[in-house]
RNA sequence: GCGCCCGUAGCUCAGUUGGAUAGAGCAACGGAUUUCUAAUCCGUAGGUCGCACGUUCGAGUCGUGCCGGGCGUGCCA
């Protein structure tokens, strides 16, 4: 690959960035100005414009149009743009010159698995912490948000070379454990002989009825407790059992991972009873460092910065007065082997927003032990509450949770009778494919693409929409460039020959022109919506995209051009649809569909 | 009480270290269909960005105060 192709793969306003705060250097003798280059805010000031030259003349106390003439003359960037233009108080609009766009499509069309964007030159070994259920009982709706936008977090540092490490942090370690031992024991002791014949039909069912009996008969809940002792000591049968109920809850919630095309296995899986034997130890340290003290009984320490209701110093408990440990232990020992084994450069959390404060406790306190060196980022990126139709958390009418595989089931069947309304043509197999995909997909989508730190209200009519943005519009934008490939046969168009080495293109139309625009920007969308953990920017750019293409659709006919233009066209039918294809199923985990 | 998050069009929401006349979708209204899937597109209308000061050449964005809502706040996770 030589350099020149190098560089034009990195995303334009990344390039712009860099040769414009380059000259700003130069020209103001400040060292390196942000150039502050921002897609245009309206498309007749251009494609790009920068907005650092006012920043600077502040600085420099000067007048900001003077220093920007100053600058523009100094800029080298006519294999980009077109002679940049100053503007307003001194902003550059940049507009970008069709050979460059032409370019840039080639590399993308040429570069089959990466899209022409280039991965990250410092690649990072970075450990993502989500969707974590408690293992003894099903998945249920708060479940969800942790699990895909952890996911595609995932997804998308992957797409950018970082060596990421999932960590699904289960909850397999509770004190709920002894009541479910406890209760298998009793009702089913055969299991004790053969433990490979438990069969736990409903998870939930079984975790009631335990605790039902815990409840109400204090003998048993003696044994229970008795139970945890035994676990936490190591009794062979006990774990045993244990391991067998683990080994059981695991075939109720993987099936969920699979449905939400999460990639999440058992050996992402590194949950409580991992770190168990290492409490005692990360407690020791913290009272030996002089970090944690004794306080009413309890362990604790209190980080600077933290008060409780009194304005006293907020304790982060990491040891109860019965001498037990707590999540705050747990997630200690966690932070510790992340980056002290796993060699973690970053740790990122996906939890709820109202778990902020424990791990803003959590993170101080990594701090003050010391395991935090100066080059490791601990970022805990938060999330909103799923709500109902009444504006509260969504439950079922009974109160409960709503099951995250019910949530996902009903998805498909209501998905299911929009595609049997619609098109009732297809065949059976068909039907219940694309219902799966839209089903699965508008819940996703409808998460990814609100704004991660909001709550919002779950609705399947809403999601299911077809206008809008929602999976099944993108799904249908999709199908129908697709369907443009379908029918080339048809009139025999070779689309295959058409685009095999192609090395020209001929873009006049303005709405290939803003298509294509808008298809060179992919990578920068990903570098932002990664910067800030926010999968709506990419939804949110995935929704123009199919917008623009639907613009250039309606007004370029492609398969009826002339031999001319034809090629470019089909050109930029093929690009859409693998940036549709690539955002909605190699990042956001949502399948796409040839036929809706 | 204190801390964190939120308040943007009738409704649901975007708005990326402060940038030009604040944007979408839904709903409403008006147009486009000899088609490559109209499940689409184009257009119109709709806003004191909770309120008030302040910083700035420039504030939805930053600061302070107030109003309204959500969440959290010593042995659950």
């Not at 320490?301 to 907020?314: A, I, Q, S």
């Not at 424990?358 to 010391?370: E, I, P, R």
Request: hydrophobic content about 40%.
């Amino acid at each position: 690959m030589d350099d020149r192709l190098n560089i034009t793969m990195k995303p334009v306003i990344d390039i712009l960035e860099e040769r414009i705060s380059l000259a700003m250097a130069q020209v103001t003798g400040l060292g390196p100005q942000p150039a502050l280059v921002k897609p245009a805010t309206d498309a007749k000031f251009g494609d790009y414009q920068a907005n650092g030259v006012m920043a600077a003349a502040k600085k420099l106390k000067t007048n900001p149009r003077a220093l920007a003439e100053k600058l523009v003359r100094q800029l080298e960037l006519d294999d980009i743009c077109m002679p940049p233009e100053i503007a307003g108080p001194g902003f550059i609009n940049l507009r970008l010159k069709t050979d460059f766009l032409a370019g840039n499509l080639l590399e993308i069309n040429a570069d089959t698995a990466h899209l022409g964007i280039s991965r990250t030159e410092k690649p990072k070994t970075i450990v993502v912490d989500f969707s974590c259920p408690n293992i003894a009982k099903q998945m249920h709706v708060g479940h969800l948000r942790s699990t895909i936008i952890g996911d595609s977090i995932c997804k998308m540092l992957n797409f950018q070379g970082h060596n990421v490490i999932r960590q699904n942090h289960i909850g397999d370690w509770g004190t709920q454990f002894g009541m479910l031992i406890a209760y298998l024991k009793q009702t089913s002791p055969e299991i004790i002989e053969d433990p490979d014949s438990i069969h736990i039909a409903d998870l939930e069912q079984f975790y009631k009825n335990a605790k039902a009996r815990c409840d109400a008969n204090e003998d048993f809940a003696a044994l229970s407790r008795q139970e945890v002792v035994d676990l936490h000591e190591g009794s062979k049968e006990t774990l045993n059992v244990w391991r067998h109920i683990v080994d059981e809850s695991r075939k109720h919630y993987q099936p969920v991972y699979d449905v939400l095309e999460v990639n999440l296995h058992q050996d992402n899986e590194r949950g409580e009873s991992f770190y168990a034997d290492r409490l005692a130890g990360i407690v020791d340290e913290l009272k030996e460092k002089s970090i944690a003290t004794e306080s009413d009984g309890a362990i604790c320490v209190f980080p600077k910065g933290f008060t409780n209701k009194e304005g006293e110093p907020l304790p982060f408990i990491i040891q109860k007065t019965d001498g037990a440990f707590l999540y705050a232990t747990t997630d200690l020992a966690a932070i510790k082997f992340r980056i002290t084994e796993l060699n973690a450069d970053k740790i990122i959390y996906v939890t709820d927003a109202r778990q902020k404060l424990h791990f803003d406790m959590l993170f101080a306190t990594a701090k003050l032990a010391g395991w935090v060196g100066e080059n490791v980022e601990l970022v805990h990126v938060t999330f909103g509450t799923v709500l109902g139709e009444d504006n509260r958390p969504l439950k079922t009418r009974s109160g409960e949770n709503v099951k995250l595989k019910e949530l996902l089931e009903e998805a498909v069947v209501r998905a299911r009778a929009v595609v049997e309304g619609k098109n009732s043509e297809l065949p059976d197999a068909e039907k219940e494919q694309i219902a799966k995909a839209v089903g699965i997909g508008a819940v996703k989508y409808a998460d990814y693409s609100n704004n991660r730190t909001s709550d919002y209200v779950f609705s399947f009519d809403k999601m299911l929409a077809m206008e809008g943005n929602t999976a099944p519009y993108m799904q249908y934008a999709y199908a129908r460039v697709k369907s443009i490939e379908r029918k080339a046969a048809k009139k025999d168009v070779d689309v295959e020959s058409e685009l095999a080495g192609i090395n020209d293109l001929n873009l006049t139309e303005p709405a290939e022109l803003d298509l294509a625009k808008h298809l060179i920007r992919y990578g920068e969308i990903i570098e932002s919506a990664l910067a800030d953990c926010r999968p709506n920017y990419l939804t949110q750019y995935l929704y123009e995209l199919a917008q623009k293409f639907s613009g250039f659709y309606n007004a370029c006919p492609v398969l009826a051009a002339d031999k001319a233009t034809r090629p470019t066209r089909l050109l930029l039918c093929d690009l859409t649809a693998r940036t549709i294809r690539h955002g909605l199923s190699e990042l956001l985990g949502i399948k796409v569909v040839r036929q809706m």
